[in-house]
């Protein structure tokens, strides 16, 4: 075969691999998915749940699975997992994590943590952020989060998210999300 064949078909298996992909891409676009919606995850691209599922095969209904590997504001890796059977969950007392979970509920406490998260420390840096209220309420909302554990101060009108508790601080936001 010479090299114009060859070259010829080379370039007629690019053309046919671009048509399909075109095709896929229009029948997406019209609707028809072909595969999985870009938010959903196949099964296959589950990798976590069947080890998890080898660790719970005494437990009778099941568990539960959290764990994050990310880089903290000071560069080191922050690593944090917690897993636990579902019939623990339900016997345990509920109302222990009231404080935890109320102390997210607000929409500053949020914003606030998502600076801190982002790299502010300062009050003086949150002051400047827009809609967070007044320097008292700021305060304020500050103190709640740290009552809660999820920040900690480290001196004069500065604060941070502990590393502790900023996989699970990522964990609860990601869950929240629908």
């Known amino acids: 075969m010479n090299e114009y064949a060859s070259s010829w078909e080379a370039l007629a298996g690019q053309v046919a691999d671009m048509a ?5 891409i229009e029948a997406r676009l019209d609707g028809d998915h072909r595969g999985p919606v870009p938010d959903e995850t196949p099964a296959e691209a589950y990798w976590a749940l069947p080890q998890l599922r080898e660790r719970l095969q005494e437990a009778a209904r099941g568990g539960v699975l959290f764990a994050g590997s ?10 944090w997992e917690r897993s636990d059977t579902t019939d623990s969950m339900l016997s345990s007392d509920w109302s222990e994590a009231a404080d935890a979970l109320g102390a997210l509920s607000h929409p500053v406490r949020l914003r606030l943590i998502q600076a801190l998260a ?4 300062a009050v003086a840096e949150l002051i400047e952020l827009e809609g967070l209220g007044t320097t008292g309420q700021i305060y304020h909302h500050l103190r709640q989060l740290v009552s809660a554990g999820w920040l900690e101060t480290m001196g004069r009108g500065r604060y941070q998210i502990p590393p502790t508790r900023l996989v699970p601080l990522l964990v609860m936001v990601t869950a929240a999300r629908r």
């Open 20 to 24: 399909q992909r075109l095709s896929e």
């Open 70 to 79: 990310v880089v903290g504001l000071d560069g080191e890796l922050v690593e």
């Open 118 to 121: 982002g790299g502010r420390t």
